[in-house]
């Protein structure tokens, strides 16, 4: 009996992570800080999808459209793409029906003018008023310690096949640089290079330090220790969702 009552209790807060609107979530931290994964994590629990600014720049790149050629360069150097450059990539995204609960934005913004732009997206209503950009974006940053992240960053090895992603210092391959599932030799990504890295860590520095007292001011933003393993910090950023009401456009 017990058991059975425990079961509905699951599949209630099952059904409740999955059918309510938590509206856009941003996750701020330097490169390395772990945005990717726990975003990963929050897509799965949530049933909202994870919005990647790299990811769909890299895919522009893959893809040789016009943005991709204009912004492969500037992104090999570990510099940021200019932000009129990425307003229309994310506002397309943002449209499309999948975000209507919320999403997670992972590497966006990451300038202060990045963030007004999406308040201003969001308020303005973008699209069907009465359906979508209902709320203002609740924001988690994701606090590391630089020589941790250097760590991180020159230690991340990818799968070119199956995008698994290592870590020759904290989770390496059974074997020296080959993927453990398909054996096929790891990369690393042109902007984990050393110098490359140190110019990102800097870039985060000078543009995104005042992301995150933008949202500060705004009371929108809490912070969460990423110096832990991924699972606390799942744990804590689990809890700070949960504990989060979303701001509605308008009322704050
Ligand atoms: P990421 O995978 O998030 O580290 O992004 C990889 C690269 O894409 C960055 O180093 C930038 O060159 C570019 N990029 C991604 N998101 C943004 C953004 N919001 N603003 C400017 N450049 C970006």
């Keep these: 009996m017990r058991e059975s009552e425990d079961q509905v209790a699951v599949t209630a807060d099952r059904f409740m992570e999955t059918s309510q609107s938590i509206g856009p979530i941003v996750l701020l931290g330097p490169p390395g800080a ?41 992104m090999a150097r570990g510099e940021l793409v200019p932000d009129e450059l990425l307003y229309d990539m994310v506002a397309e995204r943002l449209r499309r029906p999948d975000c209507e609960r919320g999403c997670i934005l992972d590497g966006f913004p990451r300038t202060a003018a990045q ?16 359906k979508r950009g209902k709320w203002l974006p609740f924001v988690i940053s994701m606090d590391v310690d630089y020589n941790l ?16 992603i290592y870590n020759v210092h904290f989770q390496p391959p059974r074997v020296d640089e080959v993927c453990d599932l398909d054996g096929i030799k790891l990369v690393t990504r042109n902007d984990d290079r050393e110098e490359v890295i ?55």
């Design 115 to 130: 963030a007004a732009w999406l308040d201003a997206f969001l308020e303005g209503g973008h699209s069907d008023k009465s």
């Design 198 to 252: 140190r110019e990102r860590l800097q870039a985060y520095e000078r543009q995104t330090r005042p992301v995150a007292e933008y949202y500060q001011q705004k009371g929108r933003l809490v912070s969460v220790d990423g110096m832990g393993s991924a699972d606390q910090v799942t744990e804590h950023v689990f809890r700070e969702i949960a504990n989060h009401s979303p701001a509605k456009v308008g009322g704050c």
């Design 34 to 74: 772990g945005k990717g994964t726990q975003a990963k994590r929050i897509t799965e629990r949530y049933a909202i999808p994870q919005i990647s600014t790299g990811d769909l720049l890299r895919e522009n790149v893959r893809n040789g459209t016009a943005l991709g050629l204009k912004a492969k360069d500037i």
């Design 149 to 164: 992240l250097l760590l991180r960053l020159t230690g991340r090895r990818t799968c070119p096949t199956c995008e698994r």
